[in-house]
């Protein structure tokens, strides 16, 4: 039975062993031919090595335009507060009570009862040095992680990808949505994104169609392999490289085509894998009907399905709350602890609640004073929300000051770089160093 | 490192002219799909029926081509405009502020998705594709963005200026570059002052548009921006201006020389560097020829761009000719970019551009979002622009192009931002739009239609210029051999199926 393994097989065995690394698609159609030939239970075992289903999952939330992180976590009882927002200001009875000093918005009951288990930590004051104000430029901040002034090419989570995560399932990453954001460029592309699990395939009507689709992206079938020699078996240590593989093998140069033609495998694959578990999975919590609410329910269920994703990432628009802030934040705020809530819910119910760790960001607070539209303007700093079984849950760091003199240009200065953050997630969460991604090292916290 | 000597020789021998028995059908297929967008067999036959000088010279001498393209109507200067939303922001109440600045938008983005169908519009049918390919190169290169300008007058005014400077002189096309009004507000020189210089403009002139990294130092930037402090915007008249007052008049030392140097002190001085004309050439042979040279090639691409002045023209007609673009891995080697494969798809099977609104949502979809590139660095492209998502999309969106259906867009594929809104009601306008699809009857000949063996080779030809692998032939055989006689919509899948290949998504 061991020379025939099933077409199943063989696409995970070649993506994931052979075809999977940086160099993968200069590996020559002969030694791919061969190790087709290779034991299934090679196969199997190289296909858990770097994306296990029992690892950790980050779940990475946008809230994007830019919250106001002063009306989301309330220093209701600081007069600084209340003078400078005498229109917005929420008073004692408007917020969920946490220390006596600072409350959680009225809407965010969900996150009020996660914070109450023990399920969420609030980091206060998270910012940066030398804030920009704009929503694109402090977007990519955050996205790629760089200083202020530095232009980065890739992504932070690309960049854990590139340096964490070669020969995994191209479904290592998964975005919720249409584009994938900057945070996912990479080096090697990886990550996939989709909004509607159905739109994520090729679509036809089917039958001969179909199939020729599946034949002409196929890898090329040629002459019987050769006998393995030395080198031929993959290192099962680590996934099997092209140069423990190739060893004493003349190389090609990779192709453009060899390249796409490894996508077009993994395209199949997932997407035959993301349709299959979002019909087959059930959410066993209600959430809201908010597009957050819906991208969460589907998270929910790829995970519930044993999808071998590390990252997924969703986001909420319209915190750009220039004019009447009131009425646009609850309803965003209730929208994001209810739909957070309700994944919670869904993982313990899974049992996968372990496992998961939700991490929210904006590109920036706003300013400490309302302006005359009831609304506020582009500020800096602002609190994070990290939501997990294991995290050290309660208010981290100094809630920055809103004492006029203590503000830069109107902004409460920054006690806690998103860096450092981020060096927790990796280093405590992801288990991998992070200096290589974030570019130097930052002291993880003691978040998770 | 290789010995001096050798080095010499070695790129002594670079860039010879391709040799006449060389150049052929697939090579000038080669040529058009590089320096163009690709076109349908007619076209390559064209060319491919000139000796090698006259085929790069049909693309390259372009100014003797007439294009006639007219400007969008609303691309000019609109200062009775700009001054109505000054007074009423000046002026106006809370709810005015918002109805006008609302108005505002809308008319911007409006204006924004018809550039994009303008400039679409003349890369798909105007006469003069490598006069486009190098706007659009330019555009990646300067990297712009919308998202921050703001202003489509402004980004209109940038592509003229690329399209006018397309092959022009490098130190005129980065000086023009600099004092665009778009370029001004993007790398925030319209902020600068002699109290406040901005680096911004003065870093990335050197790091992204025309050094890289490692020539030159951190004082550099600092002195090259107060240099540069006096170029500044005129916001109400929409052009740029020189503002005296603005300009630091002390002494700098920017790239070796002291004195009170100004912006176009700057410009000259970079483009003045020797690495000048290796970074800007070793940039443009991986436009075309897909992968950066070797330093060898890139000692001998510069050496030929500086002794024609820092002229692109004379530079490109020695990369066009030269045997180095045609070698065997530099053909059909080049993954498509999303305009590339657009474009090339509509001009290959003879079919219209789809309505602006459909390109622009499959751009955007596919990665390459024109007038919003991702960051300052622009598209990365490469193997980078292929993902499962984009490759499935293009698979997709074949089928749009080629049935005339609407491709599977949402309302996510238009929103500004991600989970951001505005991409409803595009939908609504979507659901009126009506695709043009491929006329068989024009790409097929009756005997092609009717004999299976010759529908294959004939997709080949047009629609990748070279072989399938035998068994994606037999696959595609496979295909028409399941129908019992072959209808046209059974040649349209096939023709989606071909498009639907790793091989279709290169050049």
Redesign the interface.
């Given at each position: 039975m061991k020379n025939e393994i099933t077409l199943q097989t063989r696409r995970e065995f070649l993506r994931t062993t052979v075809l999977g690394s940086a160099l993968s698609w200069t590996v020559p159609a002969f030694l791919a031919n061969t190790l087709t030939a290779l034991q299934s239970e090679a196969a199997d075992s190289a296909t858990q090595i770097v994306t296990g289903k029992d690892a950790t999952i980050l779940v990475v939330l946008q809230m994007a335009g830019g919250n106001d992180g002063l009306n989301t976590v309330v220093p209701y009882a600081d007069d600084f507060y209340h003078n400078a927002r005498p229109k917005i200001g929420l008073s004692a009875q408007l917020v969920l009570n946490l220390n006596g000093a600072v409350g959680f918005h009225g809407a965010m009951k969900g996150f009020k009862e996660l914070y109450d288990a023990g399920n969420l930590a609030v980091v206060q004051g998270v910012g940066y040095p030398n804030p920009n104000r704009s929503h694109f430029r402090s977007t990519e901040i955050w996205q790629t992680a760089s200083d202020s002034d530095q232009i980065e090419k890739y992504g932070w989570l690309g960049r854990y990808f590139d340096s964490a995560c070669s020969g995994a399932d191209p479904t290592v990453g998964v975005t919720i949505g249409n584009q994938l954001p900057e945070a996912f460029f990479a080096r090697t592309p990886k990550g996939v994104c989709f909004n509607n699990p159905q739109n994520y395939r090729f679509m036809s009507n089917g039958g001969a169609t179909e199939e020729s689709y599946k034949k002409l992206n196929e890898l090329e079938m040629s002459s019987p392999t050769p006998d393995g020699g030395p080198g031929m078996t993959p290192d099962e240590n680590s996934g099997g490289t092209i140069s423990s593989l190739a060893a004493g093998m003349p190389m090609q140069g990779g192709s453009a085509v060899d390249f796409i033609t490894r996508t077009a495998l993994d395209a199949q694959m997932s997407s035959d894998q993301v349709r299959n578990i979002a019909a087959r999975v059930q959410n066993q919590a209600v959430y809201p009907g908010s597009q957050l609410g819906n991208s969460l329910k589907l998270v929910a269920k790829l995970i519930g399905g044993g999808l071998p994703t590390r990252i997924y990432y969703v986001s909420q628009g319209g915190y750009d709350t220039h004019t009447n802030q009131l009425g646009t934040q609850q309803r965003l705020l209730g929208d994001l602890a209810d739909s957070t809530k309700a994944f919670v819910d869904d993982m313990k119910a899974q049992g996968n609640m372990p496992r998961v760790l939700v991490m929210t960001f904006s590109e920036f607070g706003r300013r400490v004073s309302e302006n005359a539209n009831g609304g506020t303007d582009h500020g800096a700093a602002a609190p994070m929300f990290i939501v997990g079984n294991k995290v050290k849950a309660g208010l981290l760091g100094k809630y920055p000051s809103l004492a006029p003199q203590d503000l830069y240009q109107g902004d409460i200065k920054y006690n806690v770089d998103f860096r450092n953050v981020y060096a927790s997630v990796l280093e405590s969460w992801l288990k991998t160093k992070s200096a290589p991604i974030l570019g130097r090292q930052f002291e993880p916290l003691p978040i998770v | 490192m290789k010995p001096v000597g050798e080095f010499i020789r070695l790129v002594k021998c670079m860039l010879k002219p391709l040799s006449s028995d060389h150049w052929s059908y697939e090579m000038a297929a080669h040529l058009l799909n590089r320096a163009g967008f690709g076109g349908p067999p007619s076209d390559v036959e064209k060319l491919a029926n000139l000796n090698h000088d006259q085929a790069v010279a049909a693309l390259l001498d372009y100014e003797l081509i007439p294009d006639e393209t007219p400007d969008p109507d609303w691309a000019r200067p609109d200062p009775e405009r700009l001054q109505k939303l000054r007074d009423i922001n000046q002026h106006g109440t809370?709810e005015e502020?918002?109805a006008a600045q609302q108005a505002e938008n809308k008319l911007q983005n409006l204006w924004m998705v018809e550039l994009r169908g303008w400039w679409l519009q003349r890369m798909a049918r105007g006469p003069r594709p490598l006069q486009e390919k190098m706007v659009l190169f330019w555009h990646g290169h300067f990297a712009t963005?919308a998202?921050?300008v703001r202003e489509a007058y402004y980004m209109w005014r940038q592509n003229e200026l690329f399209r006018r400077l397309a092959t022009g002189n490098w130190e005129q096309l980065l000086g023009d570059a600099g004092k665009d009004p778009a370029m001004l507000i993007w790398l925030d020189q319209a902020q600068s002052n002699k109290q406040h210089p901005n680096?911004n403009f003065a870093?990335?002139v050197m790091e992204?548009f025309a050094l890289g990294e490692g020539h030159y130092t951190e004082h550099d930037i600092g002195e090259g921006a107060r240099a540069l402090t006096g170029w500044s915007l005129d916001r109400l008249n929409q052009k740029y201006v020189y503002r005296p007052q603005l300009h630091d008049h002390g002494e700098k030392t920017f790239l070796g020389r002291t004195g009170d140097l100004d912006g176009d002190d700057v410009i000259a001085r970079i483009v003045a560097q020797p690495q000048a004309a290796r970074f800007i050439t070793a940039k443009l042979w991986n436009f075309f020829a897909?992968q950066y040279p070797t330093d060898e090639l890139n000692t001998a691409l510069a050496g030929v761009f500086r002794a024609n002045g820092n002229n692109f023209k004379p530079f490109l007609r020695v990369l066009f000719r030269s045997e180095e673009f045609y070698a065997a891995?530099i053909v059909r080697?080049?993954?498509k970019s999303p305009v590339q494969w657009l474009i090339g798809s509509v001009r290959m099977l003879e079919c219209d551009l789809p309505p602006t609104l459909v390109s622009y949502g499959m751009l955007?979809?596919l990665?390459q979002d024109l007038f919003a590139p991702?960051?300052?660095?622009g598209w990365?492209g490469?193997?980078?622009w292929?993902?499962?998502?984009t490759?499935?999309a293009r698979?997709?969106d074949a089928?749009a192009l080629v049935q005339g259906t609407l491709p599977?867009l949402?309302a996510?594929?238009f929103?500004k931002?991600?989970?951001?809104?505005g991409g409803d009601k595009v939908m609504k306008a979507l659901q009126r739009v009506r695709m043009g699809g491929v006329n068989l009857e024009k790409i097929l000949t009756p005997e092609e239609r009717n004999s299976k063996d010759t529908l294959v080779a004939s997709l080949q030809h047009r629609l990748l210029q070279s072989a399938?692998?035998g068994?994606?032939e037999?696959?595609?055989h496979?295909?028409l051999d399941?129908?019992t006689r072959l209808n046209d919509a059974d040649i349209l899948?096939a023709i989606r199926?071909v498009m639907?290949?790793?091989?279709y998504?290169?050049t």
């Open positions: - | 809370a502020k918002k963005s998202e921050k680096e870093r990335e992204l897909g891995d080697n080049q993954v955007r979809q990665g991702p960051n300052v660095k990365d490469g193997i980078t292929i993902t499962t998502n490759l499935l698979y997709n089928e599977p949402t996510n594929d929103a931002k991600p989970g951001g809104a399938l692998r068994d994606q037999q696959a595609l496979g295909f399941s129908k899948t199926l639907s290949t790793p091989e998504q290169v």
